[in-house]
């Protein structure tokens, strides 16, 4: 009887809860996001190519080839750190501009405006911007600049430390406009009275930023950081535009490799490993969900201020 009536209750407490008006959205979720991801850890255990189109089961064949292969294991090493410089850098940057942007002064509206459009553009259009600019002729708008100086011609995508260094910043100014609009949006929602108690208290203004603003905003550096992280890790129309991965492979992701592992490019025209590369797409979900959960343990989601 007691069995019954928590089944009875529980079908209760469903029906008359939120879930069935959540079951539509869920469904749609599972179509578009649960089943392309569950299909791509199938393939990862395949050795399905692009000519036969026949998948055969392997295993954890192909998880094992990545971490032998030295194409994939530079990939991963740059992507790491492309990561954690560009999100770091972005977010100094992104952060600091919305401090100053939430001030009022004159043209705000326009600098915010001006400084969003960097994330607005395609990230393929902001590699041949910066492809452009970082020409290693007198062309190149940065070399031409330099020239009067005597300093050049810097080079910029034909060294592999500097290629790295320059993709690095290509994205810190593509993504700092996400950030500081995201912050943004943070500090505007702030309680002001709580901003206005701690002026009245004494506190300087690095002090109210660093133990008001900041406990405050927890939640919202997470969120932003982890979404930043997701979008940084996963880059590859930059990288194939400003670079193509080269010098060698110096500038090479994670997402580069593995399209040129799944589909082929000039230099792998005829690979066309759909199973390995979905096994390095696989990678690139687990450590982004490493990266995700590191942010959550750190207890970036505590909203105290003690």
Known sequence: MKSCS????FISSFVNGPWPWLIP??????????????NQFWLAMTDM??????????????????????NYL?????????????????FVLGFGL??????????????????????????????????????ESSAGVLNGLLEPFGI?????????NMAQVSVIVADIWRSTGFTMIFMLGGLQTLPSEVLEAAKMDGAKGWQTLL????????????VALIFSTIATFNVYELVLALSSGGPGNATSTVGFEMYRTAFGDSMNAGLGLIGRGAAMGVSMFLVTLMFALI???????????D
């Open 6 to 9: 928590a089944v009875r209750g």
């Open 49 to 70: 190519k692009i000519a036969s189109g026949d998948a055969s089961f392997v295993g954890f064949e192909n998880f094992s080839f990545l971490f032998s292969d030295p």
């Open 74 to 90: 530079t990939a991963l090493g740059f992507t790491i750190l492309f990561t954690s410089f560009s999100v770091f850098g972005s």
């Open 211 to 222: 133990y008001i603003v900041m406990p405050l905003l927890k939640p919202l550096i997470a």
């Open 98 to 135: 919305a401090l100053m942007l939430n001030r009022r002064m004159t043209g705000r509206v326009i600098y915010r405006m001006g400084i969003l459009t960097t994330w607005a553009i395609s990230s393929l259009i902001v590699g041949y911007i910066w492809r452009l600019m970082l020409n």
């Open 152 to 160: 050049g011609p810097v080079p910029w995508l034909s060294d592999p």
């Open 295 to 305: 942010y959550i343990r750190a207890g970036v989601f505590a909203r105290d201020l």
């Open 25 to 38: 959205a869920l469904g749609v979720l599972l179509l578009f996001r649960g089943y392309p991801l569950g």
